[in-house]
Structure formats: structure tokens, C-alpha cells
């Protein structure tokens, strides 16, 4: 077996330079999604693979699979892959390292002319950040049949234009049907995005699953009425009633170890310095690594809410509009990825992630797994975001062995037959 090793230095000089489109004075990077930014960089990306031999396919859903033939090009590809659109005020690894962190393992193997049984892919999943257009991760939904085409299509950003529109614009609307494409694997390396791998002295976490996550709106309804002439006992003040569900929820996702639980959005009405407010609109985002432990936190904060609300004499609606399991990835991927940071000489750990990623929706229809790598005091989603060359390089190397071993475990399969 070859020893084949990733160019750090070209890696890290990918990151930076791509960086550029759509950089921020403070160091990040604003590239929202079928913009004409994201356009450049697709464009980048599809230059660079193509000068490394690669054939680049375009799907419904402007997802970009850049294909390095293998021994056999009848066996579906091994993937890897993550998504090249920021947040508004995003960083300069989120997504993007797993492409290019891809690319560099991909242009390892031009590098050595290595041969690899299966052909392997670079994916360049679009709107995984949801920041334009909600909701994230919709292509790689789409890819494995959470949503349908036409639904993703009709997605509006805030001015009106849509999803399907914004493809054809910047001309990354291709004629694939999104989700047609088979995998044989699929493999996303990712920075953290949380402290834990950086406060244990661990360069790359084993992700063996993706924690389940439920979102609701709550609306809480109350009387709206004048700020000065309302008596206290006679007041019916929703956003009071807000203000003690918020603490309710962040009181009961403390009782778990492993939960978090959120309230990130509220809206007032009618909004006024003089009116006590009758309404109130605001989300709630649950997460836990169990998801029993989830469906306990929601029916105590239910219950907590309509105790909270009778007290002041409102009502509360709670409507479920997210629900997704825990996700378990494959055992398989899960090894190849342990085998590889042992191969690679790093220390790692297991590790749940915390986010939600596109590998935990390709996971459903294809065996995945991710790889992740520390970043600075866990921030992420945020222009200060920052891992090091190392730390990236190393994420690049694991990814590499990652994929060749599952390679020869692929030719045994095949071999045996
Ligand atoms: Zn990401």
C-alpha cells in the first residue's frame, strides 16, 4: 500500500485564496448561497477539478459532482464533500473545508496516479446554510427524498426570488435529477463547531452520529392594552409569559447532561413602548443525542408553558414543525474513518456532532460518516471562525485514508464475487 500524504500547503492555500470570494473586513466570508459569488466559486471549483482530470456533473438542485474514474466505473462512487456557501457573517472553514479538504485528497491521488477501484467524488452540496433560503441542507434533502424537487424550487428568499430561479441565474441548474446519483460512500470532513475536541487535545473527532433535533413556533396570546392606565393585576402580558418560558426551557435543557434547548427567535405585537403586548410569536429549538430525551423536554416544557400561562391568563399553541431523529452512521464508514486517524498517527475520539450536516441526510440512502477537526474556542458561524493549517491538513490526511480503505474493502467485496 502506498503511503500517500495530502499537500498542506496546497490545501491551506485553497482555503485562503477561495476565501476571497465574498471576504469580509474582519476575516470571514459573506457567500449566501446561489449568489453571484457562490457562482465564482463554482466556477473555481469546477476549473480545479477539471484541470485534475475530473468530469463535473450539475444536478437539479445545483449540486456539483466532480468524478475521478476508478478501475471499475460500474461500481457508484466514493464520496466526500461538504458545501461551499457561508452564513452572512460566516467563517472561513465551515463547509469549505470539507470540499477543498476533498479536492486536495482527490488531487493526492492524481498527484501519485494512484488507481482507485471505485471511482471517487468531490460534492459541492448547495444551500446547506439555510441563511437565503430555508430550509439548510436542502440539497442533499432533496438527494435523499426528504423533500421534493419541486417543493425546494419554490423556496423565496427574502425578496421573492426563488430557489429554482436563483439556480438558472447563475447557470448551475443542471440536467441530473437530484438524488439519482448513487453512492457507494459518503465522507464530510467538518470543523467542529464546538469545544470539545480542542479541550481534550484531540485532532480529529470519529463522528458516529448526529444528535435528533425538534424545532416548534409557539404562539402565546394574551390582551393587548394601554402601558399606563392597566393596573398589574389586571394585565394579560404575553410577553411576560415569553420571558418566563424562556427560562422555563433553559432550566429544563440543564437537567440533561448532553441537551441544549434554545429560543432563538421572538416577535412582539403589537410592538409599541406604550402597549402591553397581546402577542407573541417565538421558536423553540431542542436537541439531545437521545432523542427520548428530547420528547421528555418537550412535553415538560409544554407543560410548563400552559402552567406559566394560566397563571397570567393566557393561552399558548405550540406547533411541531421540525422533527429530525438522532442520526446513527454507518459502522462501516465509522471504521474506516477510526482506522485512518490510527493509520495517520493522530489522536482522536468519538464524538457526536451537534449540528446538523448535509452526511447526516445522504446518511438515509447512502453509508456515510464524518470526520471532524478542532477549531478555535469552538466559534463557529462567525467571521473569527479558525482552525490551523495542521488541523486542516490533518482532517485532509484522515478523509484520504478514509476513503482508500473503504476502496479496498470495496475490491474485497467485488473480489469475493
Ligand atoms: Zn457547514
Known amino acids: 500500500m502506498q503511503n500517500l500524504a495530502i499537500d498542506r500547503e496546497r490545501l491551506w492555500d485553497e482555503l485562503m485564496e477561495t476565501a476571497a470570494i465574498g471576504g469580509t473586513p474582519k476575516g470571514g466570508i459573506c457567500r449566501l448561497t446561489l449568489t453571484d459569488l457562490d457562482r465564482q466559486v463554482r466556477d473555481w471549483f469546477r476549473a480545479r477539478c477539471e484541470a485534475l482530470g475530473c468530469t463535473v456533473t450539475v444536478d437539479d438542485m445545483g449540486a456539483m459532482y466532480a468524478r475521478r474514474k476508478g478501475q471499475r466505473d460500474d461500481i457508484p462512487p466514493i464520496a466526500m464533500g461538504s458545501h461551499l456557501d457561508t452564513q452572512p457573517t460566516g467563517g472561513k472553514f465551515d463547509g469549505t473545508l470539507g470540499v477543498f479538504a476533498a479536492l486536495e485528497a482527490l488531487a493526492a491521488l492524481h498527484r501519485a496516479g494512484y488507481e482507485t477501484f471505485a471511482p471517487i467524488e468531490v460534492i459541492n452540496w448547495t444551500n446547506e446554510e439555510g441563511s437565503r433560503f430555508t430550509p439548510g441542507m436542502i440539497a442533499s434533502a432533496v438527494f435523499a427524498g426528504a423533500y421534493t424537487r419541486d417543493w425546494a424550487h419554490a423556496r423565496q428568499d427574502r425578496q421573492g426570488e426563488t430557489f429554482g430561479g436563483a439556480l438558472e441565474k447563475i447557470g448551475y441548474r443542471g440536467g441530473e435529477r437530484c438524488g439519482d446519483r448513487k453512492l457507494s460512500a459518503f465522507f464530510e470532513v467538518h470543523i467542529e463547531q464546538g469545544p470539545f475536541l480542542e479541550a481534550d487535545g484531540k485532532d480529529i473527532g470519529i463522528v458516529t452520529g448526529v444528535q435528533a433535533m425538534r424545532w416548534y413556533e409557539m404562539t402565546i396570546t394574551g390582551q393587548d392594552s394601554h402601558a399606563g392606565t392597566t393596573p398589574m393585576a389586571r394585565r394579560r402580558d404575553a ?20 441537551a441544549v434547548g434554545t429560543v432563538g427567535l421572538l416577535e412582539t405585537k403589537p410592538g409599541s413602548p406604550n402597549v402591553i403586548p397581546g402577542e407573541i410569536y417565538m421558536t423553540l429549538d431542542l436537541r439531545d443525542p437521545d432523542a427520548t ?11 410548563a408553558a400552559k402552567r406559566i400561562a394560566d397563571n397570567i391568563g393566557l393561552t399558548v399553541a405550540t406547533k411541531n414543525i421540525l422533527n429530525e431523529p438522532a442520526v446513527r452512521f454507518d459502522a462501516g464508514c465509522v471504521a474506516a474513518v477510526r482506522a485512518a486517524a490510527a493509520a495517520s498517527g493522530l489522536s482522536s475520539r468519538d464524538i457526536i456532532s451537534r449540528a446538523w450536516h448535509d452526511a447526516a441526510y445522504v446518511s438515509r440512502v447512502t453509508p456515510g460518516a464524518m470526520i471532524f477537526v478542532p477549531c478555535k474556542d469552538g466559534v463557529s458561524h462567525n467571521e473569527a471562525e479558525f482552525s490551523s493549517k495542521e488541523q486542516c491538513a490533518a482532517g485532509a490526511q484522515v478523509l484520504l485514508q478514509a476513503v482508500l480503505d473503504y476502496d479496498r474493502r470495496l475490491a474485497e467485496r467485488f473480489g469475493e464475487k
Not at 424562556?246 to 440543564?254: L, T
Not at 430525551?293 to 407543560?303: G, K, L, N, T, Y
Open 239 to 258: 410577553l411576560l409569559g415569553a420571558a418566563r418560558i424562556v427560562d422555563a426551557v433553559d432550566a429544563c435543557a440543564r437537567k440533561f447532561p448532553e
Open 293 to 303: 430525551i428530547v420528547e421528555r423536554m418537550e412535553s415538560e416544557i409544554i407543560a
